[in-house]
């Protein structure tokens, strides 16, 4: 079963989940892997699990045959993705399991009795984001197309490049291109920025709009050093800001390298000498702009600093903002690794993080990028009355505002001329 070459081998590893361990690590590298296989077994694939309808537990746990929003939820996934049909029988035979041998806990019963593989990962502390709000955007994303990307990275900034690649595990993914009409927040977490467990370098692009943001891009890996995640960052705010784009960076530890070296490439791009090949180089970063820190208990407004310094305090305010606007359904997340992440966050007596060995370095971009948006773009847009909807009208008519549109029309239907 160890060798590789013998054609008849096979290494079966069996068990349930028992929270984000290294089974959970095993079932995630199995479902990318082109050589293994995960093989999902819920609950509802055992015959004997379930109750007659003339079984006095049937009886108890099923008095009027009414199914609960949740139960209907889970049912409906179940049918979606196995193609089973739960019947009462077998839902009878769950709440009896629920009630009398796991004690009501619905955290274990659904780690040692999950409906699907979604479910089956519990964090065994308190759980940050709600399973229901992760579940529904989970089968969203995953519907959601998108390119991957890797960079060729060379000894200067001005002539890295990016090549499409066919290969999930890519390192850059793109949702939707910039638009020249969009605003964009860009959060960054680089390695061993926000914590000591933090080991990969995370850049998160979001869209933003009056009542809310979308996910764009996502850059994510732990095989650059830090002036080359500036290059990265460069690269992606100059990308996305045809019109307007801002970048918020975590600058405990390397992230002040970061920083630098972000600097040195906007210096070097305004002393660069105009030519006619380089003009749309020289001019990429003009329109992006820096997060300016702004204590909450200064009412005068001043004392303004660069970016983002986290701390114990700061985390919980800014990850208590992202949670809100993630169950509110203002941000609209595309990525399934995101997600995933968000899966192993836990609340452990005020220290929010992920569970065991997992990852948060792609939560934490997120989470930056949205207080990014929250603190120095929302209440513009608001102002420019930015919704999706507007921003969607811009997008059809090449820019015109409805407001101008509507004027012209009238202006052609009564012959008067169109304005100048």
């Not at 600093?305 to 949670?323: D, G, I, T």
Request: aromatic share 12%; glycine share 6%; hydrophobic share 35%.
């Amino acid at each position: 079963s160890t060798s590789s070459i013998y054609p008849h081998r096979l290494h079966v590893k069996e068990t349930t989940a028992n929270g984000f361990n290294w089974f959970s690590e095993e079932w995630e590298d199995a479902r990318r892997s082109k050589t293994k296989r995960c093989i999902f077994v819920g609950w509802w694939r055992d015959e004997r699990n379930q109750f007659g309808v003339d079984h006095d537990f049937y009886k108890h746990f099923m008095p009027d045959r009414s199914i609960t929003q949740l139960e209907r939820a889970r049912i409906r996934a179940v049918k979606d993705q196995y193609g089973h049909t739960i019947s009462l029988q077998q839902l009878a035979w769950y709440r009896w399991h629920l009630s009398e041998k796991k004690l009501g806990d619905q955290s274990l019963m659904d780690q040692e009795n999950p409906w699907t593989e979604d479910d089956a990962f519990q964090s065994t502390g308190a759980k940050y984001f709600t399973t229901a709000s992760l579940t529904a955007s989970v089968k969203e994303a995953r519907k959601k197309p998108f390119q991957t990307y890797r960079y060729k990275m060379t000894t200067r900034w001005e002539d890295i490049g990016v090549v499409g690649v066919a290969d999930q595990r890519a390192e850059l993914r793109i949702w939707e291109h910039a638009s020249r009409f969009g605003y964009y927040a860009i959060g960054c977490d680089p390695a061993y920025g926000s914590s000591d467990e933090a080991d990969r370098n995370a850049i998160s692009v979001w869209r933003c709009f009056s009542d809310g943001m979308e996910q764009v891009a996502e850059f994510c890996t732990n095989s650059l050093s830090m002036y080359q995640t500036a290059w990265a960052l460069a690269h992606l705010g100059g990308f996305y800001g045809a019109n307007e784009s801002r970048v918020i960076l975590e600058m405990n530890g390397p992230g002040k390298a970061v920083f630098a070296e972000l600097q040195q490439v906007q210096r070097d791009l305004r002393q660069m000498r105009p030519e006619p090949d380089n003009y749309e180089l020289r001019n990429c970063l003009n329109r992006m702009h820096h997060f300016f820190y702004q204590r909450i208990d200064n009412l005068g407004g001043g004392d303004l600093v660069y970016q983002w310094l986290m701390s114990e305090q700061l985390k919980q305010m800014l990850m208590a903002r992202f949670k809100d606007a993630f169950e509110l359904d203002r941000i609209k997340v595309r990525s399934v690794p995101l997600l995933e992440e968000m899966r192993r966050i836990i609340n452990d007596a005020g220290h929010i993080a992920a569970e065991g060995r997992g990852n948060d370095d792609r939560v934490i971009a997120a989470a930056l990028a949205y207080e990014c948006y929250n603190k120095w773009m929302r209440q513009r847009l608001i102002g420019m009355n930015m919704t999706r909807a507007h921003a969607q009208v811009i997008e059809a008519n090449g820019g015109e505002n409805q407001v101008h549109r509507m004027v012209t029309s009238f202006l052609q239907r009564t012959k008067i001329g169109v304005p100048r």
